[in-house]
């Protein structure tokens, strides 16, 4: 089974809308997706409501998931690692214990902007569309990644 990690900074926002993005437009039983995030500030928690609100305007539920912090092994557990911007990238890769590790790693809008390290913004503190332009930027990206591991 291939195992796919969604990271942002809290896992309320970003990482827990890609989560559910990947998941709807994958095949579960060969495919395993999860999210984290590199702070421990919301660990048990519910997406922000406002996550919740954009994936379920597009099908998706994700009130099945719980926030958890990301740690060393995750690299064990996962074969793709995506975290949602450069911090949660370096975060993640000062945890790598070795080249295999960091070789799991890659921003995930590199997905659809080849090697330009685009982040994907964290919607936390604005209204509601910057949570609709991040579904769309996800959508974006996960399409492409489905594509590659199906």
């Known amino acids: 089974m291939i195992k796919v990690l969604m990271v942002c900074l809290g896992n309320i926002c ?3 809308l890609a989560e559910g993005i990947l998941q709807s437009k ?3 039983d060969t495919i395993f997706v999860d999210s984290a995030g590199t ?3 919301h660990i048990g928690n519910l997406p922000d409501e406002r996550s919740i609100e954009v994936a379920g305007k597009y099908g998706i539920n994700i009130t099945n998931q719980r926030a958890r912090k990301f740690i060393v092994e995750d690299f064990d557990n996962f074969d ?3 975290p949602m911007d450069e911090s949660n990238y370096q975060n993640i890769l000062a945890l790598a214990r070795n080249k295999e590790d960091e070789n799991k790693v890659q ?3 590199n997905e659809v902007y080849p090697n330009e390290n685009a982040s994907v913004p964290d919607p936390y503190y604005g209204g509601k569309e910057g949570f609709e332009n991040v579904y769309k930027m996800l ?3 996960c399409e492409i990644i489905a594509n590659k591991l199906s």
């Open 139 to 141: 959508d974006e990206a």
């Open 80 to 82: 793709f690692i995506y």
């Open 39 to 41: 702070g421990a500030y």
């Open 107 to 109: 921003m995930i809008l």
């Open 14 to 16: 970003r990482s827990p």
């Open 26 to 28: 994958i095949n579960s």
